[in-house]
C-alpha cells in the first residue's frame, strides 16, 4: 500500500539504486587507467595537513608573513578572549534564570513531517545520480570541456542544493496555508538577528577549539588517520582565480544559506514537532555533523550545529543561523586561502 501510495519515490529509489551499481562499476572498469576519476567518490589521503613543512618554512623565514601569521594569530586570541567573556555572561544568565536573547519571532510549528524529508533526500540523491551520470558522459565523450575538475565539483554541488531547496519549498508552500516565513526566512528584526549570530559565534570560538584540541588528542592517542576534507583539498589544487572565487562564494555565501534552510528551517521543523526542542536540537546538528564530516572533524561540526539549532530557535529566524554559519565558512576559507599564498 504504501509503494502504491508513494510510486513515484520508489521508482525514484530504484532509479537510485541501479545508477550507483552502474557507477561502481564503472569506477571498477576505469579505475587501473583513471586513478582520479571525476565520478570517485574517495577523498584523497594525500596532503591533509593544514600546516605543512612548506608553510612553516615559509612563515619561518619570511618576516613579512610571520608578521601577519602572528597579526592573525593575535587576532584569534582576541576572539578566544571575547568568545569566553560571552560564555560566562550566557551561563551566569542562565544560572539566574534570565534570558539574554530577545525572541524576535516564535518558530512556526512545522506541518510537514519526518516523511517529507525523506522525500526531500530521494529527490537529493536522485538529482545526484543523474548528476554524476552525465559528468561521466562528459568525461568520456566530451574530454575537451574547458571545466576543470574541481570547478565541476562545485557547480554539481549548487546544482544539487537548488533542487533540494526547490523541494522543500515545494512541500512548504504548495498547499498555500504556509509562506515562507515558516521556514524562518524572514526580514523581521533581520539587523537583531545579525548581531545575535556574530555574537553566537564568538561565543562558540573557545568552544570549537577545545572540542578540536579533544578530538585531536584522541586521534593521536588511538593512532586514529586524519582524513582531509574535501574542501580543503580542493582549495589546495586549484590554481585558477575564476574557479577560486566560485569555489569561495559558494563555500561562504550560497552553501551556509541552502544549508540553513534544510538543516535548521525544514529537517530541525519537521523534528521539532516529533521530538521536542532538545531532542530535534541534538538530532538536527548529529544529521549536520554526518553529512559534513569526516570522523576528525565530526565533533567541532556537531559542536557548531547546536549552536545553529539552538539559536534558531531562540530567534525564530534563519538570519542567525546564516549568519553563523556565513562566519564560520569565511573564516576558515580566509585562513586556508593564506595558507595556500603562503605555500605557493
Known amino acids: 500500500a504504501f509503494i502504491r501510495r508513494e510510486k513515484l519515490y520508489a521508482f525514484l529509489l530504484v532509479f537510485i539504486i541501479l545508477a550507483n551499481l552502474l557507477l561502481l562499476l564503472l569506477n571498477n572498469i576505469f579505475k587501473e587507467d583513471e586513478p582520479a576519476q571525476i565520478f570517485n567518490k574517495e577523498i584523497a589521503e594525500t596532503g591533509g595537513k593544514i600546516f605543512d613543512q612548506k608553510v612553516i618554512e615559509a612563515i619561518s623565514s619570511n618576516q613579512a608573513l610571520h608578521a601577519v601569521f602572528l597579526f592573525i594569530a593575535l587576532i584569534f586570541l582576541l576572539f578566544i578572549l571575547a568568545g569566553l567573556v560571552i560564555d560566562t555572561l550566557f551561563v551566569s544568565a542562565r544560572i539566574m534564570d534570565k534570558e539574554i536573547v530577545t525572541v524576535t519571532r516564535t518558530v512556526s510549528p512545522a506541518d510537514w513531517g519526518i516523511w517529507d524529508i525523506g522525500k526531500v533526500i530521494i529527490i537529493f540523491f536522485f538529482a545526484e545520480s543523474v548528476v554524476s551520470l552525465g559528468m561521466i558522459y562528459a568525461a568520456l565523450f566530451l574530454p575537451d570541456l574547458p571545466i576543470e575538475h574541481n570547478l565541476q565539483m562545485v557547480m554539481a554541488s549548487t546544482v544539487l542544493d537548488i533542487v533540494a531547496i526547490a523541494s522543500i519549498f515545494y512541500f512548504v508552500l504548495k498547499d498555500g496555508r504556509r509562506g515562507i516565513d515558516s521556514l524562518g526566512l524572514t526580514a523581521k528584526n533581520m539587523l537583531l538577528n545579525i548581531k545575535y549570530g556574530v555574537a553566537a559565534y564568538v561565543g562558540l570560538v573557545p568552544i570549537l577549539l577545545g572540542v578540536a584540541l579533544v578530538a585531536a588528542a584522541l586521534f593521536k592517542i ?123
Open 222 to 344: 588511538f593512532n586514529i588517520p586524519v582524513e582531509p576534507q574535501q574542501v580543503v583539498e580542493m582549495l589546495k589544487e586549484e590554481t585558477k582565480t575564476p574557479s577560486l572565487i566560485y569555489m569561495v562564494v559558494f563555500a561562504s555565501f550560497l552553501g551556509p544559506f541552502m544549508e540553513e534552510i534544510f538543516f535548521r528551517g525544514f529537517v530541525y521543523g519537521a523534528l521539532r514537532r516529533k521530538i521536542g526542542v532538545s531532542g530535534s536540537i541534538l538530532a538536527s546538528a548529529v544529521f549536520f555533523a554526518y553529512v559534513h564530516a569526516n570522523m576528525a572533524s565530526f565533533m567541532p561540526i556537531l559542536s557548531l550545529g547546536i549552536l545553529l539549532a539552538y539559536i534558531y530557535e531562540k530567534t525564530g529566524s534563519l538570519v542567525s543561523s546564516i549568519t553563523v554559519h556565513i562566519i564560520h565558512n569565511s573564516s576558515m576559507l580566509v585562513f586556508l586561502l593564506f595558507l595556500k599564498s603562503v605555500a605557493s
